[in-house]
């Protein structure tokens, strides 16, 4: 399975918002500065960063010094949460939402359940690693304890 590049960068910004938030717990980050620590198009994360303020993960401050700090704190926050605020939701089957099958007849293809089960089991994978997991570094380390 894939993850669209949104949901990615989406991770990618917000794991160093997280950051930068940790290290000056006063100040709002920029986007500018994320844009280029990260390397991602400022524009896009403008994008990005309203569907995750309207989401509620993200506030904005206007101003000298204003920029985007995190809604609640990275350890509140977890992975699939950012990915679903900015992408649709992780399927790895082609069905539609409106059709009950992925075949042209309406049917399930043979796989059907394997691909749905493994969307879920992805979503709540990511659902248990939190911001500030990826931070610290805990992800590989949650890989070889597994």
Partial sequence: MRLSTKGR???????????RQAESAERAVSLSDIAARQEISLSYLEQL?????RRGLVQS????????????????TNIAEIVLAVDEPLRATRCEAQTPGCMLN??????????????????????????DDVIAGRVGARKAAA
Avoid at 49 to 53: D, G, P
Avoid at 61 to 76: C, I, Q, T
């Fill in 9 to 19: 960068y989406a991770v990618m910004a917000m794991a160093d918002l997280a950051r």
């Fill in 49 to 53: 960063f309203a569907r995750l303020r």
């Fill in 61 to 76: 401050h206007r101003g000298p010094g204003g920029g985007y700090r995190l809604a609640r704190s990275a350890v509140e």
């Fill in 106 to 131: 309406g049917e399930r293809c043979l796989t059907h359940d394997l691909w749905e089960e493994t969307g879920r089991q992805i979503e709540a994978w990511l659902a248990s690693v939190s911001l």
